[in-house]
């Protein structure tokens, strides 16, 4: 199985930016994507951020409208490490984050089978 462990939360004042980590373990060479979640008390889980990857090198990277334009998800292959750099944070970014590894050959929002535990992130105004 794959374990994928995120970190990097915190707190941080609104406008200011935090840089998630998510380390997996495993075989993760067929696992292709790579993705950032998260959920907010009493609401359902959202896709924020997946990375596709192709031949050992980054395709294109797929965004929620949420974040687009202010959080860029990467990838080290090497490192078998992904990042969530998330700046222009908002109070509404506040929630619970988790990194997740798709399925072989899988990318959609519904394709994430392995998860982490989760990681904290609150924003404030």
């Known amino acids: 199985q794959v374990q994928v462990v995120e970190s990097g939360g915190g707190s941080v004042q609104s406008g200011g930016s935090l840089v998630l980590s998510c380390a997996a373990s495993g075989a993760i060479g067929r696992h292709r994507c790579m993705g950032w979640f998260r959920q907010a008390p009493g609401q359902k889980r959202e896709g924020i951020a997946r990375i596709v990857t192709s031949a050992g090198s980054q395709l294109y990277q797929l965004y929620a409208d949420s974040v687009k334009g202010r959080f860029t998800i990467s990838r080290d292959i090497a490192k078998a490490t992904v990042y969530l750099d998330m700046n222009s944070l908002k109070p509404e970014d506040t929630a619970m984050y988790y990194c997740?590894?798709?399925?072989?050959?899988?990318?959609?929002?519904?394709?994430?089978?392995?998860w982490g535990q989760g990681t904290q992130v609150t924003v404030s105004s």
């Open positions: 997740a590894a798709s399925t072989p050959g899988g990318c959609g929002w519904s394709d994430f089978a392995y």
